[in-house]
């Protein structure tokens, strides 16, 4: 297993998926209140960048509006504790992309399922058609860099 890291602007990214405006301080900061704490850094870097991304229907990084409402939906610290949902693949129908908050690796699992063994880190974009790549922002520079993941 291994990581690689490419930078890329906010206008390459923009080629590949749909972008939208900052997510507002004051949002993420009433998402952290419901929270009961600050959301995962690498997610609030990602809202930086854009509050919420998407391409064709097969990837969905979550705005910060009700994220947490859609972990809680999803039960996801009951099933799996240590995680935070992002997202969803497979155009929303039943996958869910996970932030592992010890590794910091991006996991995909069914909806329906929710156990550490049934899930997959996050396909390299590269080798899979019908995945996109998690991407992050750099506080320090203000480039984004995405995160491709795979193992074999």
């Known amino acids: 297993m291994w990581n690689h890291w490419?930078?890329?602007?906010?206008?390459v990214l923009s080629e590949k998926l749909t972008l939208h405006r900052l997510a507002s301080r004051s949002v993420i900061e009433r998402?952290?209140?419901?929270y009961g704490g600050s959301l995962p850094r690498?997610?609030?870097e990602l809202l930086q960048?854009?509050?919420g991304m998407h391409n064709n229907g097969n990837l969905s990084i979550l705005g910060a509006e009700g994220v947490v409402e859609r972990n809680a939906d999803y039960e996801v610290q009951a099933y799996l504790p240590g995680y935070f949902m992002i997202g969803d693949g497979d155009g929303g129908c039943g996958n869910a992309i996970l932030?592992?908050?010890h590794d910091r690796r991006?996991?995909?699992v069914g909806m329906g399922i929710m156990d550490e063994e049934s899930m997959a880190l996050r396909p390299d974009p590269s080798t899979s058609s019908s995945h996109g790549a998690p991407v992050w922002a750099s506080e320090a520079t203000g480039e984004v860099r995405t995160c491709q993941r795979w193992s074999r």
Do not use: H, P
Not at 31 to 34: A, G
């Open 31 to 34: 998402e952290e209140n419901e």
């Open 106 to 108: 991006i996991y995909e």
């Open 42 to 44: 690498e997610y609030v």
């Open 49 to 51: 960048i854009s509050d």
């Open 6 to 11: 490419l930078t890329l602007s906010r206008c």
């Open 99 to 101: 932030l592992n908050l």
